[in-house]
């Protein structure tokens, strides 16, 4: 019963009609109880401020039995959200109602990375800031590079949210997680995304070492200098002040050791 009201308080606007819910409500059986929960779940909600999944092109309150993306537990009707992102229902929890007690916060903001270190543009109506990065701790235990994380991180200006998808090369990535506006890191891979924020130019690196595309600006890193600095010459020089000496240091060992190697074969040297 007590459900019943919270349902009602929820989505019924009209006062008269709330009165006669009340009336009802002490007359109810199991059966009819559960006849008015659908009546009541049928009513399109108003989606309440305490959502905490990520950013998605629809969110509404859920009207299926499922489990909660973050949680693991499972979600009743009229308990939880449920939210499409690409066409992919989740659900969630409303915030703070995680059975296991409130998601911990991660630690992880990349907006003041993304300021720094990113690449505005726009799609449609829309102006984002990206930057794409990947795992820079180099496991000796790793042979393939694709099984090094990498990331795409977009902040969407205006609305403040960071989503982080994996930087897949076609089609859209699989959704980590995101940041809620004002909000700290919520989803997967947070250890990995961790190491990532702990030093984003020798994650940018890592990007450019794994695709041959510049991590800060997203273009092609087309001189071997760039491949061995493994970012690109714009953005090398618009972040130079910003890179550690030894990592300045560790870059231009690498490109050393291409022009050397230049030399013997007359490649291509210009940056
Ligand atoms: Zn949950
Ligand atoms: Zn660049």
Same mark, same amino acid.
């Given at each position: 019963?007590? %459900?019943?009201? !919270?349902?009602?308080?929820?989505?019924?606007?009209?006062?008269?009609?709330? @009165?006669?819910?009340?009336?009802?409500?002490p007359t109810?059986? $199991?059966?009819?109880?559960?006849?008015?929960?659908?009546?009541?779940?049928?009513?399109?909600?108003?989606?309440?401020?305490?959502?905490?999944?990520?950013?998605?092109?629809?969110v509404m309150?859920?009207?299926?039995?499922? !489990?909660? @993306?973050?949680?693991?537990?499972? $979600? %009743?009707?009229?308990?939880?959200?449920?939210?499409?992102?690409?066409k992919?229902?989740?659900?969630?929890h409303?915030a703070?109602?995680?059975?296991?007690?409130e998601?911990?916060?991660?630690?992880?903001? %990349?907006?003041?990375?993304?300021?720094?270190?990113?690449? *505005?543009?726009?799609?449609?109506d829309?102006s984002?800031?990206?930057? /794409?990065?990947?795992?820079?701790? /180099?496991?000796?235990?790793q042979?393939?590079?694709?099984?090094?994380?990498k990331?795409?991180?977009?902040?969407?200006?205006g609305?403040?949210w960071?989503?982080?998808?994996?930087d897949a &090369?076609?089609?859209?990535?699989?959704?980590?997680?995101?940041?809620?506006?004002?909000a700290?890191?919520?989803g997967d891979?947070?250890d990995t995304?961790?190491?990532?924020?702990?030093?984003?130019?020798?994650?940018?690196?890592?990007?450019?070492?794994?695709?041959?595309?510049?991590?800060?600006?997203?273009?092609?890193?087309?001189?071997?200098?760039s491949v061995?600095? *493994?970012?690109?010459?714009?953005?090398?020089?618009? /972040?130079y002040?910003? %890179?550690s000496?030894?990592?300045?240091?560790?870059a &231009?060992?690498?490109v050393e050791a291409?022009?050397?190697?230049?030399k013997?074969?007359?490649?291509?040297?210009? @940056?």
């Amino acid at each position: 019963m007590a %459900f019943i009201g !919270k349902l009602i308080a929820e989505r019924v606007t009209d006062l008269d009609e709330v @009165a006669q819910y009340g009336a009802v409500i002490p007359t109810l059986t $199991t059966k009819s109880a559960s006849e008015v929960i659908d009546h009541l779940l049928a009513i399109n909600a108003p989606v309440p401020a305490a959502y905490q999944g990520p950013e998605a092109d629809h969110v509404m309150v859920s009207k299926r039995h499922a !489990k909660c @993306a973050l949680c693991d537990r499972p $979600t %009743f009707a009229g308990q939880a959200h449920a939210s499409v992102v690409a066409k992919v229902w989740s659900s969630y929890h409303f915030a703070g109602e995680c059975p296991e007690g409130e998601v911990q916060p991660s630690g992880i903001d %990349f907006r003041a990375s993304l300021e720094k270190y990113g690449k *505005q543009y726009k799609a449609g109506d829309q102006s984002y800031i990206s930057l /794409h990065l990947a795992d820079p701790a /180099h496991a000796d235990t790793q042979q393939a590079d694709e099984t090094r994380l990498k990331v795409r991180v977009r902040l969407t200006v205006g609305s403040d949210w960071v989503n982080v998808t994996d930087d897949a &090369e076609y089609g859209r990535g699989k959704q980590y997680g995101s940041q809620r506006p004002g909000a700290e890191y919520v989803g997967d891979a947070s250890d990995t995304l961790a190491r990532m924020l702990a030093d984003v130019p020798r994650s940018i690196a890592a990007y450019g070492e794994i695709t041959s595309h510049c991590g800060c600006c997203s273009l092609k890193l087309e001189a071997g200098i760039s491949v061995a600095r *493994q970012i690109g010459p714009d953005c090398w020089t618009k /972040h130079y002040e910003d %890179f550690s000496e030894e990592f300045i240091a560790e870059a &231009e060992a690498r490109v050393e050791a291409f022009l050397a190697t230049a030399k013997d074969t007359d490649a291509d040297v210009t @940056a």
